[in-house]
């Protein structure tokens, strides 16, 4: 009787109990059935303090760049030589994308010279993809999911390396092609993007 | 052989009593030769099914209980964690999967300790209601039908070795 009892006070302890604050939000702000997304941090909480999306400050400084005509301008990409070291950037709305563009001005020697890009992005929001294009506006490569396993910082990642001819480039970020965003309600996203020409 | 066995009973009964012997009056001091005591009756086996089978209802419900109560505990801990501790992992459906388990198994756990303990408290129910209770003997002197039992006192050193036999 009396293990019984002990049994029954100890089933409390049976009971998952979540803190708030302490997962990332799931894929389309997957979240605890009391908790909601927060979305600036991608974490679940409280539904009393969860904030909706907002651009990340400074995300928007190059808007608009909407098209390979309206692209930032990166300027030259050297052989070895880093072109963005990490920026953040927004996609806030169905339709929206990002566009940069860069030079490669001549023949890298090397090991393995490349273009090395990396966009980051938490897995709580619509995925986003990204694509090179050239000069005419035809896709060179589109990104692959790159993301390491026991990545503990809530985002996936898209990677792009190949090696390149000399010539101008395009860049482009957007929402992926059908993916998830809660039926239109998180159709945005935040994302960091480095940029690279690694010569091994 | 009946009657050898109910008289060793009977002897073994008056001894374990004997402690109380200054307190009963077994040897009827006053001027009765009958002696009385009293012996616990029986369950039938109706009786004993009903207790055993409650009480297996207990083990069984206790033990299904436990078992649920273990893998609850399991499930919980794989997905609980400390309020302002952030896991750096991803809420997915695995793991809203792992909590709904972990509250099935817990509920599933509190419905089989109720159970349990209903058939505890069946149990102890059982055992005070089919109590059948002490039957009164009576011991002493034959009757003229012979229906009666015969007193036997053997004297002894310091003392006298009582017994008795009866027909039931």
């Known amino acids: ?33 009391d908790m909601e997304c927060d979305d600036p941090t991608y974490t679940c909480d409280s539904p009393r303090i969860a904030q909706r999306f907002a651009c990340p400050a400074g995300s928007e400084a190059l808007e608009p760049d909407d ?23 927004c996609v806030d709305a169905e339709g929206d994308e990002d566009f940069l563009a860069f030079d490669l001005t001549g023949e890298c ?36 999911a790159c ?3 026991g990545d503990l910082t809530g985002n996936d990642r898209v990677c792009i390396e190949r090696d390149l001819a000399p010539g ?10 059908d993916g998830p965003d809660c039926d239109g309600d998180c159709h945005y996203n935040q994302y960091t993007i480095i940029v690279a020409y690694p010569l091994a | 052989m009946l009657r050898r066995f ?15 012997a200054s307190a009963q009056d077994y040897f009827q001091q006053g001027g009765s030769d009958e002696l009385t005591f009293h012996v616990d009756r029986e369950r039938n086996s109706r009786q004993k099914l ?21 893998d609850s505990k399991h499930k919980s801990d794989d ?4 309020a302002g501790h952030h896991t750096g992992r991803i809420y997915t459906e695995e793991l809203e999967d792992t909590r709904r388990a972990g509250i099935r198994s817990r509920n599933v756990a509190i419905a089989s300790y109720a159970i349990g303990g209903g058939f505890l408290v069946g149990t102890f129910l059982a055992y005070l209601l089919t109590d059948p209770g002490q039957e009164t003997v009576r011991v002493g002197t034959e009757a003229a039908d012979g229906t009666g039992a015969r007193l036997l006192v053997e004297p002894t050193d310091g003392g006298a070795l009582v017994g008795g036999a009866w027909r039931f």
Not at chain 1, 123 to 133: G, H, K, Q, R, T
Request: charged fraction near 15%.
């Open chain 1, 1 to 33: 009787m009396r293990l019984a009892a002990g049994c029954l006070v100890a089933l409390v302890a049976c009971t998952p109990d979540i803190g708030k604050g302490t997962y990332f939000c799931g894929p389309e702000r997957f979240c605890p059935p």
């Open chain 1, 67 to 89: 098209s390979r005509g309206q692209a930032s301008d990166e300027g030259e990409l050297g052989c070895g030589a880093s072109l963005i070291g990490e920026r953040v950037g």
């Open chain 1, 109 to 144: 020697v090397g090991e393995n010279p490349h273009l090395e890009v990396t966009l980051r992005f938490p897995i709580a929001f619509v995925p986003l993809s990204i694509d090179l294009l050239d000069e005419s506006g035809a896709t060179v490569i589109e990104g692959m």
């Open chain 1, 147 to 149: 993301t390491q396993s």
């Open chain 1, 168 to 177: 101008r480039y395009f860049l482009r970020v957007r929402a992926a092609a």
């Open chain 2, 6 to 20: 109910a008289a060793l009973g009977v002897l073994l009964t008056l001894l374990g009593w004997s402690v109380r």
């Open chain 2, 50 to 70: 009903l207790i055993v089978s409650m009480f297996g209802g207990t083990v069984l419900f206790g033990g299904i209980g436990l078992l649920f109560h273990i």
């Open chain 2, 79 to 82: 997905v609980s964690t400390d």
